[in-house]
T-cell receptor, first 115, second 116 residues
Framework: EPEVTQTPSHQVTQMGQEVILRCVPI?????FYWYRQILGQKVEFLVS????????KSEIFDDQFSVERPDGSNFTLKIRSTKLEDSAMYFC?????????????FGPGTRLTVL | AQKITQTQPGMFVQEKEAVTLDCTYD???????LFWYKQPSSGEMIFLIY??????QNATEGRYSLNFQKARKSANLVISASQLGDSAMYFC?????????????FGKGTTLSVSS
């Protein structure tokens, strides 16, 4: 069964450093998302991406965040200068087309720890 | 504004019992979808069940059913015959706009603990 993959599974970084989180969405999916979950809290939407551009973003997704689809398979989230409060689980998700009932397929997540 | 409320931080149930996890939602849209996801301690998000706002029948998927009460804006998850493997965090989520890249809005979750 096709699945969303994410690398690395765990990333530890120093405050102020740049990190890139990588995702490979399901191959025939067109819409890609990043969510984050601070430990023990709810899952929060960051950004959605379609046709090589951002289609929607939350207020969390400020100038320190960026997304890119550098090739036909990868979808990346870059955090330019990490802060302690960026420590969270980051989930990538994808779905094939914008239908209300479409399940978003989530990757296993990358746990980011900022020291 | 759209919002999902899950008022039960934790629920405890014994094996083979049924349990209901509460979810209420708020949206001004007429067309919306409601989802439940399970998050075990390993961290992944597992889709369980979906209910559309125009669906007349309550959704069912195996041991999972969704008690949808549109007028009350509630979408409670019912798990029948609980198993030890059901112990996890459960999130209710909503998406309500037909546009590209519509995000899911999540509630805070309910931790379910199933004991033998």
């Amino acid at each position: 069964e096709p699945e969303v993959t994410q690398t690395p599974s765990h990333q530890v970084t120093q405050m102020g450093q740049e990190v890139i989180l990588r995702c490979v969405p399901i191959s025939n999916h067109l819409y890609f998302y990043w969510y984050r979950q601070i430990l023990g809290q709810k899952v929060e939407f960051l950004v959605s991406f379609y046709n090589n551009e951002i289609s929607e973003k939350s207020e969390i997704f400020d100038d320190q965040f960026s997304v890119e689809r550098p090739d036909g398979s990868n979808f990346t989230l870059k955090i330019r200068s990490t802060k302690l409060e960026d420590s969270a689980m980051y989930f990538c998700a994808s779905d094939p087309f914008p239908a209300l009932g479409n399940e978003q397929f989530f990757g296993p997540g990358t746990r980011l720890t900022v020291l | 504004a759209q919002k999902i409320t899950q008022t039960q931080p934790g629920m405890f149930v014994q094996e083979k019992e049924a349990v209901t996890l509460d979810c209420t939602y708020d949206t001004s849209d007429q067309s919306y979808g409601l989802f439940w996801y399970k998050q075990p301690s390993s961290g992944e998000m597992i889709f369980l069940i979906y209910q559309g706002s125009y669906d007349e029948q309550n959704a069912t998927e195996g041991r999972y059913s969704l008690n949808f009460q549109k007028a009350r804006k509630s979408a409670n998850l019912v798990i029948s015959a609980s198993q030890l493997g059901d112990s996890a965090m459960y999130f209710c989520a909503m998406r309500s706009r037909h546009q590209a890249g519509t995000a899911l809005i999540f509630g805070k979750g309910t931790t379910l603990s199933v004991s033998s």
